[in-house]
């Protein structure tokens, strides 16, 4: 294993306990995660895995837009609700 692979492994287990905790930081660090993986995959020509990157990058991005951009509730947390008829 590369030190990019270790460095990307690192960041994808501080990534996993950062969203066990709720932490608006799992965002940067998810995004961190796969851009490494991106390039560990496209250096062993598994380009299709390097295209995955890609997607989970953009999923994180708008993961992150929305927890910035969502309504928060008193103890600084997220409100979750259910979605009403017109958005099923």
């Given amino acids: 294993m590369t030190i ?5 492994a ?3 287990l501080v990534n ?3 969203v066990a ?3 608006l930081w799992n965002y940067p660090f998810g995004i961190a995660m796969v851009a490494l993986y991106f390039f560990v995959f496209f250096e062993a ?6 295209l995955l990157q890609i997607f ?7 993961g992150w837009w929305n927890w ?3 309504e928060k509730v008193a103890d600084g947390g997220i409100a979750v609700a259910r ?3 017109p958005a099923r």
């Fill in 45 to 50: 020509k598994l380009y299709s895995d390097a």
């Fill in 16 to 18: 996993v306990v950062l």
């Fill in 21 to 23: 905790r709720r932490s």
């Fill in 10 to 12: 690192a960041l994808g």
């Fill in 4 to 8: 990019i692979e270790w460095v990307a």
């Fill in 68 to 70: 910035v951009h969502s």
């Fill in 56 to 62: 989970f990058l953009v999923i994180n991005a708008c």
């Fill in 83 to 85: 979605l009403g008829t």
